[in-house]
């Protein structure tokens, strides 16, 4: 006899997206052939199957109680004993950039154009309460790309404890969102974090409270590396401390530090095994200019890198200053002279519309800009929230007689949310001052920059 069974726990997540698109699948049309073997077979009879064949959709309470919604957070599922949880979201960044001054430059010139910046699908949830879990992916480019793809055990109320493919914990800029970030790109200080430090695979730990935060890891490579059969892996490890002496909602006082150190793989790469890592800065993510680079295959004999930074920020109602300072020391194999690098930025930031950033002080970082009013043309909508902000970054990568390159670059940025998960941005972006690297000539002092950008985010 067939009879409808209740989902245990294990099942409730696999469950949820059949029974949402399956709601209202009539069993008449799905199951009659099979109903016709069983009744002709006598493991059912013509009572049960015409009750079957009668029945039109699945009852609510074959989902045992599965709680389902969709707002601007994603579409978002919940068993009523709420030990698991699934959100499935979603980010696109639609780019168009320009330059100017570019066409001076013996060597090499920037590429115009749109692309998709960023197209990223994530599942993220609660496993037994104390389980959290996140897959992330990236489709810009039309390739594939694994970002955050790791769990988090937090069932232990002084640390949480991740392993997986994970940020390594360095550097406030970094550990903040693209989707909140008030710039198109991160600034020249991501010349070393964003490649040295990005994601990698290992296991970290945290602990936390309202206004504190203190991090360490331990990692290997990125998932994206291809160092195997040649060699060993690099490894790394990673600290970051960050205390908030003030945190309310429309003032906010931050200090951070932090510090890293790589050992290189049996290839010299510093993160992606195989694949080199470059320590550079492009003008706009399209554009292939880098005025401050290494080669492509990164710093030749590289044996290790080690890193130390400093991080402050204030807010006062809708306006926000923030800044970092970072130092780096890279130590070369076969008596090669080690090289040094700092770099730094200093934004500001102000909400026209009046509102103030969002904060978490057991991250450490400042999240997405809420409007007071969402953008609507209807009587009882606004005009979103309007935020202008500006940066000063430079980065210094000569040392020891090796150009690498040093660059200076003043950013304004003007950006419009038109509720929480929409946003357009406008930055305009000059490069000065450019001593540029090895291998790029003619009047290359200034560069100018333009990116749109359009982005949604739930």
Known sequence: MIKFMNFNKTSKILALGAAAS???????????????????????????????LEKESINKKDVNDINVKLDKKGLQFETADKEFKLKIGARLHADASFHSGDNKINGASATNGTEIRRARIYLKGVMWNDFKYISEFDFADNDVAVKDLFVTYTGLDWLDITVGHTKQNISMELQESSNDIMFTERSLVNTITGHAFDRAIGLHGKAKGKNWSAQLGLYGESVGSSDTGSGDEGWGMTSRVTYTPINLKDQVVHLGAYGGFREASSSNDILNGGKGTPLSYETTHMSDLKLTSTSKDGVLNADNLSIAGFEAAYMQGPFSVQGEYAYTWLTRDDGETSLDFNTFYVQTGWTLTGESRSYKGSDGEFKRLKP??????????????????????????????????????????????LN???????????????????????????????TLRTQWAF
């Not at 049309?29 to 009744?39: P, Q, S, T, V």
């Not at 002709?40 to 013509?46: D, H, L």
């Not at 929480?420 to 490069?431: G, H, I, P, Q, S």
């Open 22 to 52: 399956l709601s209202s699948m009539s069993v008449q049309a799905a199951d009659k052939e099979l109903l016709d073997i069983l009744l002709q077979n006598g493991s059912i009879n013509q009572s049960q199957y015409s009750n079957l």
């Open 372 to 417: 007071a009013k969402n953008f609507s043309f209807n009587s009882d909508g606004g005009w979103g929230a309007v935020e202008l902000a500006a940066r000063y970054d430079q980065a210094d990568m000569n040392s020891d007689q090796l150009n690498l390159g040093s660059e200076k670059a003043v950013t304004v940025a003007l950006n419009w949310y």
């Open 420 to 450: 929480e998960n929409v946003r357009l941005m406008a930055d305009y972006r000059r490069a000065f001052d450019v001593d540029a690297r090895a291998g790029l000539t003619g009047d290359v002092n200034e560069i100018d920059a333009f």
